[in-house]
C-alpha cells in the first residue's frame, strides 16, 4: 500500500467543462503517474512526473495536462473536457528497487 | 506491434484447481521487469508479483507464481488452488530499463486483460 488517495472519485461533467483530479501520495516517492483505463485497451500513460515541477508527457497526453508543486500531490486537468475523455483514471506512484508501480482506487469520469 | 500481449480475453477455472494466464511480451531491452496486477470488480489495481528479466529463479507469491521463460519471452501468471476471491481481470505489464535515466518514466505498459471466472 503506497499510501495513494484520488479525488473526487466519481465525476460527471459536461463537453467543454474544465476539469482537475487530485493524486495524493503519503510516501515521498518521487514517480508519479497518471494512467486511463478503457476497454480492450488496459491502462494506458498520461503523463508522469519524475519530480517537482518535473512532468513529460505519456502514450495519450493529447488533451491533457498535469502539475506537481508538491512532493505529495499531482493534478491531471482537462482543459475541455470531451466525451472521448470518459474513462477511469488511475494514479500510481513508484516503489524504490523494484521500481513497482501501486496504485490509487481510481477516478470515473464521465463526459457528457 | 504490441508490447505485451494476453490472448485470452476469458478463462474459466474449478475452484481448487490451478490455472494459468497467458502473457507475452515483445522488447529489444536486455534489461526489464515484468508485472501482474488483478483488478477486481471492485476497481482497484492490486499487485500480485514481480519477475526482473535478470532473476534467475521463477517468482513466486504464495498462490501465485511467474512462469518465466526469457527465450521465448513469455511470462505466464500460474495461480494454484483457485478460490471464488480469484474471480477477477488480471493485466499483465512490461518495464523496459534502458532508456532509463533521471528523467524517464520508468513506465509500464499493459496489456488488455485477462477475466478469470472461478467456478464453484
Known amino acids: 500500500d503506497a499510501g495513494i488517495t484520488q479525488s473526487p472519485r466519481h465525476k460527471v461533467t459536461e463537453t467543454g467543462t474544465p476539469v482537475t483530479l487530485r493524486c495524493h501520495q503519503t510516501e515521498n516517492h518521487r514517480y508519479m503517474y497518471w494512467y486511463r483505463q478503457d476497454p480492450g485497451h488496459g491502462l494506458r500513460l498520461i503523463h508522469y512526473s519524475y519530480g517537482v515541477k518535473d512532468t513529460d508527457k505519456g502514450e495519450v497526453s493529447d488533451g491533457y495536462s498535469v502539475s506537481r508543486s508538491k512532493t505529495e500531490d499531482f493534478l491531471l486537468t482537462l482543459e475541455s473536457a470531451t466525451s472521448s475523455q470518459t474513462s477511469v483514471y488511475f494514479c500510481?506512484?513508484?516503489?524504490?528497487?523494484?521500481?513497482?508501480?501501486?496504485f490509487g482506487p481510481g477516478t470515473r469520469l464521465t463526459v457528457l | 506491434a504490441q508490447k505485451i500481449t494476453q490472448t485470452q480475453p476469458g478463462m474459466f477455472v474449478q475452484e481448487k484447481e490451478a490455472v494459468t494466464l497467458d502473457c507475452t511480451y515483445d522488447?529489444?531491452?536486455?534489461?526489464?521487469?515484468l508485472f501482474w496486477y488483478k483488478q477486481p470488480s471492485s476497481g482497484e489495481m492490486i499487485f500480485l508479483i514481480y519477475?526482473?528479466?535478470?532473476?534467475?529463479q521463477n517468482a513466486t507469491e504464495g498462490r501465485y507464481s511467474l512462469n518465466f521463460q526469457k527465450a521465448r519471452k513469455s511470462a505466464n501468471l500460474v495461480i494454484s488452488a483457485s478460490q471464488l476471491g480469484d474471480s477477477a481481470m488480471y493485466f499483465c505489464a512490461m518495464r523496459e530499463d534502458t532508456s532509463i535515466s533521471s528523467g524517464s518514466a520508468r513506465q509500464l505498459t499493459f496489456g488488455s486483460g485477462t477475466q478469470l471466472t472461478v467456478l464453484p
Open positions: 500510481a506512484t513508484n516503489q524504490p528497487g523494484t521500481d513497482t508501480q501501486y
Open positions: 522488447t529489444s531491452d536486455p534489461s526489464y521487469g
Open positions: 519477475q526482473g528479466s535478470y532473476d534467475q
